[in-house]
């Protein structure tokens, strides 16, 4: 049975490509009207074409989460146009600075994935949480990574800005339930997206491990797959659950 999300306003970062633009077909294709915030405008609004296509309710904002303006502007004017924010499903993120020894860590390449991840994290959750306190009510699901709970992530700065992602979503837990808000952060396994193939494909690169290779790409599960994850934990049925859900 499909998780009910009839009528339910939700904003989906990251929707131009890999598991937030899978998400955004299935929260759609359950019937929840979607606002899609990307930096990728031609894969945005080519999700959102498709969404509304599909006898959809879907409009695209050009969003760089790292930055308050855009963020506050553009979760605004979505809010305005749904009418309020049920869900927040936030996925956008990126990996660099993979297999880079750390005493060769470039300064740019740190400051550019924290600022994407992490504070990205807390600027899409600050400004929905705000529209959310109004109403007493939502639901914000941010995307960590076992890269930064469990460990064995490729970059340094990946893995740190993901632990950064898990610890806000467990101090937003702590405060957001008296507001009615219910928090999750998902750590996805490692899925079929052009963030994974290309760390994976980079790796090749460096170390011609075809063996490796292979068995890393043969391991990749699907966006569709995780994205009924987030689509059930966007729906009320998800009510009881608390804190981090891992997914194969
Ligand atoms: N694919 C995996 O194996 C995996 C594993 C664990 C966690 N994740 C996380 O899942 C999320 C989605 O990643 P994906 O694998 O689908 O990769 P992806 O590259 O397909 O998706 C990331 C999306 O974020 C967007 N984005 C990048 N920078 C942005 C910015 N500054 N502002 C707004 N949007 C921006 C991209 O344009 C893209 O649409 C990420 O947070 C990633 O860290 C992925």
Known sequence: MPADLKGKRIIVTGAATGIGRATALRVSAYGARVAAFDVNDAEGINT???????AGDARYWHVDVA???????AVSAAAGWLGGVDVLLHFAGVLKGANVELDEFPEATWDSVVDINMKGSFLI????????KKQKKGVIILTA????VIG?????????????VHGLALVMQGYLTK????????APGAVDTPLKTG????????????TAY??????????????????WLASDEADYVRGTVFTR
Not at 48 to 54: F, I, K, P
Not at 179 to 186: E, S
């Open 48 to 54: 959102v074409n498709d969404l509304n296509e599909a």
């Open 67 to 73: 930055d308050e303006v855009q963020v506050n502007g």
């Open 125 to 132: 959750a600050k400004h929905v949480s705000g529209v959310m």
């Open 145 to 148: 990574s076992g890269a930064g």
């Open 152 to 164: 064995g992530s490729s970059s340094y700065a990946y893995g740190s800005s993901k632990g950064g």
């Open 179 to 186: 507001h009615g808000i219910r928090v999750n952060d998902v």
């Open 199 to 210: 760390q994976i494909k980079q790796t090749y690169a460096l170390t011609g491990d075809k």
């Open 214 to 231: 292979d068995a890393a790409m043969a391991s990749l599960v699907t966006p569709d797959g995780v994205s009924k994850v987030y689509a």
